[in-house]
């Protein structure tokens, strides 16, 4: 049986994808719900979000739930999701609420993903281990180099699009997603810009 070579593959398929639709529709497909997450996910923001009628309120409370979340795995040692939680990456997270929550600013929310290894990705000061510390996608991590990455930063859209998901949900109509920056690129994090729909921009705060 051939082994396929994850990232060489990942990159032939992004080629591939743009070659065929072009690279903006390509970056529309990537961003579309490819992780298949359901929207049961995101039914109970989306409730909280209707309770709370404005876009700023629910960000706020967001990320007030998200500390107390952190702050209990931190406490007991249990893993969040696949995440080791130190003290230091509950600090991290309360002073960047931009953090898995979220900050409006105008007609766009800014979003930045909690590195897949917090507590190492805070200790690390060498660039390179920083990145690849911070890379939530086993298609893509390995081929991160100091120059360069193997899989192209448009594979990035793929990330963005399961961010933007809990959005498509709460707001109830899909949304628009930008990568700002990501490690494949050559930034330390990756961040995101989620385009509020026109239904949502009338309850900014």
Known sequence: MQTVAIPPATARFVAALEAELGVDKARLVLTCNVHGLPPQAYAAERERWLELGSVDAWLVD???????????????????YEQKIAPAVVDFARDHPEIQSGVRDGDYIYVTKIPYDPARFLKSTDPLEKRRLACHCPLAASSITA??????????????????????IVFGQETEATVLKSVLAGDPLCRFAIRLPESARQAVR
Do not use: Q
Not at 150 to 164: D, L, M, T
């Open 147 to 168: 120059d360069s990455a193997g899989v192209p930063a448009a594979w990035c859209a793929c990330s963005a699009g399961y961010e933007k998901f809990r959005f498509d």
């Open 62 to 80: 967001h990320h007030r739930r998200l500390m107390e979340t952190l702050v209990l795995h931190a406490a007991d040692g249990s893993l969040w």
